[in-house]
């Protein structure tokens, strides 16, 4: 079973005082979406067959994330500075690390049974930058203009058996940076979503969401401030692609070629699955350089 979880990282200023200080200014308190923390998580159905919720190991691994991602704290300050100068403060979540520190949380659960593959994004919207642990098949996509630009490549010890957590150590994870701009679609999904739906597909779907919701004379293929892309109608429509194209038995999807490969056999269909999704869209405020996540 999927589950995911997104964190904007909250950003509050320290309650503490120094000795004789005024309290009457209250102490600066800012919630931005700014820094944005997203997790995938891909559930091992097999544990079913044991009478384990296969959902359950999952659920705790991106509620976890998200809750160590909660943990980054602002420096106290009674000033209305500039938020670029308040971020420089701030230390920014790192998608290992939060994998790591799950893996020492369910270090001490030894009754949570069960195992999943996990993708972890840290969207870091100040310095531009998208950055990616991945442990297994799940994944993260950029689409800018209407093509693909990153892509985190599946991580396998054999075809069909991927690595995932507690079977492989969160120092495992491959790690990613990608360079994020006004405009760029960020996805990041279950294997349901990559097995079923290959990269051209997805970068279609994105391009015909993006140019059904802009005006006439905006036909670049680029989401901008003040368009109306519908976030959860993308996702909507990436996870329905997905699980038609998983029923489809005649149908050639990324699946069907990798087992065609690793079987040596003439395979088609696509794979039914649980399916997750998770997309952002990147938005500059005018005139600066500091972008807002739309989830």
Request: glycine letters at 8%; one cysteine or more; proline letters at 4%.
């Given at each position: 079973?999927?589950?995911?979880?997104?964190?904007?990282?909250?950003?509050?200023?320290?309650?503490?005082?120094?000795?004789?200080?005024?309290?009457?200014?209250?102490?600066?308190?800012?919630?931005?979406?700014?820094?944005?923390?997203?997790?995938?998580?891909?559930?091992?159905?097999?544990w079913r067959?044991?009478?384990?919720?296969?959902?359950?190991?999952?659920?705790?691994?991106?509620?976890?994330?998200?809750?160590?991602?909660q943990k980054?704290?602002?420096?106290?300050?009674?000033?209305?500075?500039?938020?670029?100068?308040?971020?420089?403060?701030?230390?920014?979540?790192?998608?290992?690390?939060?994998?790591?520190?799950?893996?020492?949380?369910?270090?001490?659960?030894?009754?949570?049974?069960?195992?999943?593959?996990?993708?972890?994004?840290?969207?870091?919207?100040?310095?531009?930058?998208?950055?990616?642990?991945?442990?297994?098949?799940?994944?993260?996509?950029?689409?800018?203009?209407?093509?693909?630009?990153?892509?985190?490549?599946?991580?396998?010890?054999?075809?069909?058996?991927?690595?995932?957590?507690?079977?492989?150590?969160?120092?495992?994870?491959?790690?990613?940076?990608?360079?994020?701009?006004?405009?760029?679609?960020?996805?990041?999904?279950?294997?349901?979503?990559?097995?079923?739906?290959?990269?051209?597909?997805?970068?279609?779907?994105?391009?015909?969401?993006?140019?059904?919701?802009?005006?006439?004379?905006?036909?670049?293929?680029?989401?901008?401030?003040g368009r109306?892309?519908?976030?959860?109608?993308?996702?909507?429509?990436?996870?329905?692609?997905?699980?038609?194209?998983?029923?489809?038995?005649?149908?050639?999807?990324?699946?069907?070629?990798?087992?065609?490969?690793?079987?040596?056999?003439?395979?088609?269909?696509?794979?039914?699955?649980?399916?997750?999704?998770?997309?952002?869209?990147?938005?500059?405020?005018?005139?600066?350089?500091?972008?807002?996540?739309?989830?």
């Open positions: 079973e999927d589950a995911y979880s997104i964190s904007p990282v909250v950003l509050r200023a320290d309650e503490s005082r120094k000795k004789g200080e005024s309290s009457r200014k209250p102490r600066l308190t800012t919630t931005s979406s700014f820094y944005v923390v997203c997790a995938v998580a891909d559930g091992v159905y097999s067959h044991q009478g384990i919720d296969a959902g359950e190991y999952s659920r705790f691994v991106v509620n976890n994330i998200k809750n160590a991602a980054h704290v602002l420096p106290s300050t009674d000033s209305e500075e500039d938020f670029t100068s308040l971020s420089s403060m701030i230390s920014r979540p790192d998608p290992k690390q939060l994998l790591r520190d799950t893996e020492e949380k369910l270090q001490l659960l030894p009754n949570l049974k069960g195992s999943c593959c996990v993708c972890v994004g840290c969207i870091d919207g100040e310095r531009g930058i998208l950055k990616v642990a991945n442990l297994g098949d799940s994944g993260a996509i950029v689409i800018r203009r209407g093509s693909v630009v990153f892509r985190t490549p599946e991580q396998e010890h054999e075809f069909g058996f991927p690595f995932q957590l507690p079977v492989d150590s969160a120092e495992d994870a491959q790690e990613f940076s990608c360079n994020i701009f006004d405009g760029d679609v960020i996805i990041l999904g279950s294997d349901g979503l990559f097995d079923n739906v290959s990269d051209d597909q997805i970068a279609k779907i994105v391009r015909k969401e993006v140019s059904d919701s802009e005006s006439p004379n905006q036909a670049d293929g680029l989401p901008k401030p109306k892309v519908s976030k959860g109608k993308l996702a909507n429509i990436l996870a329905s692609e997905a699980f038609y194209n998983s029923v489809d038995k005649n149908l050639m999807t990324p699946y069907s070629l990798g087992a065609s490969e690793a079987f040596n056999m003439v395979y088609s269909g696509g794979k039914m699955d649980d399916i997750c999704c998770v997309v952002a869209i990147v938005s500059s405020d005018s005139g600066t350089n500091i972008h807002r996540f739309h989830l």
